[in-house]
């Protein structure tokens, strides 16, 4: 996308990523329903809508992008004669879209635009981090019964007639099994829905670990089977573009952008943040998923928001997941995660976790402040990055710096 204000894709685009949500609303999926009563083009007027929300956020569709739009009004003009505006579960699913590219390159911008011009109801959107949260808590739900994560799976589905995955990415072999289950339970089952999802992947290099790999080649297989794999790889990482307002001027930052990084952590560049180091007895236990984690201060700030002080080594170096995090985000808009060790200082697990904690802050609009004493969240060899840094190293673009000379390794500059 070209354009002169706002952003496509990321923190903020729409509802704080990451919830599941229904599509349909004031994008246009009124028009679509008018449209099919009228036997008008259902794919002109998703194409229509989306490139009115692009001119609504200020941008105009790149040659990639535009493909991908393409592909997913075709596929509203699939489901429109054949199942009656995706009336689900079907004999025949439509055939689904898997758009992959680098990190910022609009892919959930489309979706969510693609998804918004739909009548409501018709779409089931959820984050992949949420999902396996979701979905351990209705597996648990059902412990006692046969079947427990299948039932589970079919409650988070419900009823809709397409489910869209936003940062599909599977790194752990018991995640590729259930995402495997899930797949075929889409496309084989006898709900037969439509799956759209977007990755930084494409569907080969999903988990990536030749130990592994093997394990998701089946649904690797069932992935290029029911989905249409489209690429979204323009060369501007959107991300790291500014917002404008739409005066012309910068706009204020709100949310994951409000965030910093901050070497080493002085009281200056705290305050500079409106941020005041808590007091030792300020310290707190927090019960996370039925287990205490230990934070040094977790408290309101009186305007309505609430802010959570916590060390790396609590938040990052203890086995901490995904699932935590989400709980996190729902209590607390604002973390400030102190104590960051130097990149090499971190445990290989303690760098994954803090890869999950940026990627969940991104998703679900937290600001994000890191404190550490030197460059707090950034490897300064590529080949110490883990899976996936390509997608951080682009979200922590959205921060502000604010490094010390003092916290910069020798022979750098402060950026």
Known sequence: ????????????????????RRSGGPAGGDSFAIMKIRGGDPAAEIRAAVDRRAARDGFALDRYQ????????????DAAPRRGLFHAHGPHPVRGVYLWGPPGRGKTWLMDAWSAALPPGLVRRVHFHDFFRRLQDAAFAHKDEAGAIDTAMVELVGDAAVVCFDEFHVHDPGDAMLVTRLLR???????????????????????????????????????????DVVTVAGGTDYRTLAPDTDEGGPATPTGFRAGAILAPGDDAQLAAHGLLRPAPDARVVLEVNRRPLTARSAEPDGGGSATLWIDHAS????????????????RFDTWVVDAVPAWADCSHEGRQRLASVIDIAYDRDVRLVLVGPDRPGEPLDPADAPPDHDRTASRLTQLTRSVARSAVPSGEAAR
Do not use: K, W
Request: hydrophobic share 35%; aromatic share 4%.
């Open 66 to 77: 535009r493909a991908a739009a393409d592909r997913l009004a075709r596929l509203a003009a």
């Open 1 to 20: 996308m070209t354009g002169r204000r706002g952003r496509p894709t990321g923190a903020g685009s729409s509802e704080r990523a990451g919830t599941t």
């Open 315 to 330: 938040l990052c170096e203890t086995p901490t997941s995904s699932a935590d995090y989400l709980v996190l985000a729902e």
């Open 185 to 227: 339970e889409l496309a084989e089952g006898r709900r037969r829905t439509t799956l759209v999802a977007t990755s930084n992947y494409p569907p080969e290099g999903l988990l990536p670990n030749p130990l592994f790999h093997h394990l998701f080649e089946p649904a690797i297989a069932l992935i290029e089977q029911s989905l």
